[in-house]
């Protein structure tokens, strides 16, 4: 099933016949989980992945992934809850329904009242657990070719140091299955937010969670489909907020949360944002600090040659033809700093898809001589550069990014 998901996915991709092959891969990838289901979640959201003609057939068709997922039998969630935690089910929580609130490509979320750490009374929490059967089901997707090549086709980075790609997707997907470090990474990107009113970041429950179930504070928010119809004010003051997570994260965490789906966002009045889901994470090196940061500076002081000389460090590059067309793409994807303030479009997201992707065919033409290897970490920073104005692109406001930057460069 999941090579005819992957089969699907590549009509597109190849500019067939749109409706059928959008269809076909709703039908399909509608019953899949692990990364045959992220596949088809990436393209109904990133623009430029799907060929401009075909994006509104497959976007309809797919739309679903974005919000649901397969869901596991009540008894086997009980039954994978009560074996992690160590007790029954009625005697780690007084209430727990049992129709899950979301579910994804590896676990689903139910809600659940807990007597917690320092409070009386039970307190609402979500509690996430993993598909039964999803480890053996993702090592699966890990050995099939056909899955990880359309991960990095999305990614763009299909030509470039494959084999070093391959066993990044490798690594941060098996780390989705590690709830134990997801949980160290969401106190972790708590911290870095600490003190921030605009930022929320669900508290970690330790003694309801384990290596496969997660438990955090319940928080509740509109939707990402809310947020799109609401006042432009909110939309500016919500786009301002998910910057500052970003590249705050980045440049002070010395990591990112690579996964910008839609579904990980929830909107609450005053420009409060709430992420979710902190499973697919990359760390940045730490030699790249410095250098993210002088990329950062350059750009916002609107310094050219700085950027330039900045870029070529941070992304290991050599003279010649390549390196031009690495430092014009970089150049581009940092235009919202440039040029602030600057309105994000779907069409300047998906220009920027199919700018890494042309790249990408020149490298691969290129003598070895003129070529050099881009960092493993270019495949997810895409995941996430790819996704993120994708999102933004359709909150659809002008906003003052370099002014943001700089508060908290500050």
Request: net charge negative; glycine share 8%; charged share 25%.
């Amino acid at each position: 099933m999941v090579s005819v998901g992957a089969r699907a996915g590549l009509d597109l991709l190849g500019n067939r016949d749109a409706h059928s092959s959008a269809e076909r891969a709703a039908e399909v990838l509608g019953t899949l989980r692990g990364l045959a289901a992220k596949v088809g979640q990436m393209a109904s959201y990133v623009d430029g992945v799907i060929p401009e003609q075909h994006r509104s057939a497959y976007e309809t068709a797919m739309g679903t992934l974005r919000s649901a997922a397969p869901r596991s039998p009540f008894p086997e969630v009980k039954g994978l809850i009560e074996a992690e935690l160590g007790g029954s089910l009625d005697s780690l929580f007084h209430s727990f329904e049992e129709q899950p609130i979301a579910s994804a490509s590896i676990g689903q979320v139910h809600r659940a009242y807990a007597t917690v750490a320092g409070q009386s009374a039970p307190q609402e929490v979500a509690v996430k657990v993993q598909h039964p059967g999803i480890v053996a089901a993702l090592e699966s997707d890990l050995a099939n070719a056909s899955i990880l090549e359309q991960m990095m086709a999305i990614g763009g980075t299909r030509r470039f140091n494959s084999k070093g790609m391959l066993e990044m997707i490798r690594t941060r997907f098996r780390e989705e299955l590690d709830y134990r470090l997801e949980a160290e990474r969401q106190r972790a990107f708590a911290n870095i937010h600490a003190g921030d009113p605009t930022i929320r970041v669900p508290s970690v429950k330790d003694a309801l969670s384990s290596g496969r179930v997660l438990t955090s504070e319940f928080v509740r928010g509109a939707s990402f489909e809310q947020a799109v119809s609401a006042s432009e004010a909110d939309r500016r003051a919500w786009a301002e907020t998910m910057w500052r997570f970003v590249f705050k994260g980045n440049l002070f965490g010395d990591m990112f949360n690579a996964d910008p789906h839609p579904g990980n966002y929830l909107f609450s009045d005053g420009g409060v944002v709430t992420f979710l889901d902190y499973g697919c994470v990359q760390p940045i090196p730490a030699a790249n600090h410095e250098l993210a940061h002088a990329v950062h500076r350059a750009a916002l002081a609107r310094d050219e040659a700085g950027f330039r000389e900045a870029g070529k460090k941070l992304l290991g590059t050599k003279p010649g033809p390549l390196e031009a067309l690495v430092l014009r793409y970089l150049r581009r994807c940092f235009e919202p700093l440039f040029v602030s303030p600057f309105r994000m479009t779907r069409e300047y997201a998906a220009s920027l898809v199919s700018d890494f992707k042309d790249m990408s065919s020149a490298a691969f033409k290129m003598d070895a001589q003129h070529t050099f290897p881009m960092p493993t970490e270019i495949l997810f920073m895409n995941r996430l550069q790819f996704g993120f104005y994708s999102v933004l692109a359709r909150l659809n406001v002008e906003v003052d990014y370099a002014e943001i930057e700089s508060q908290f460069l500050k």
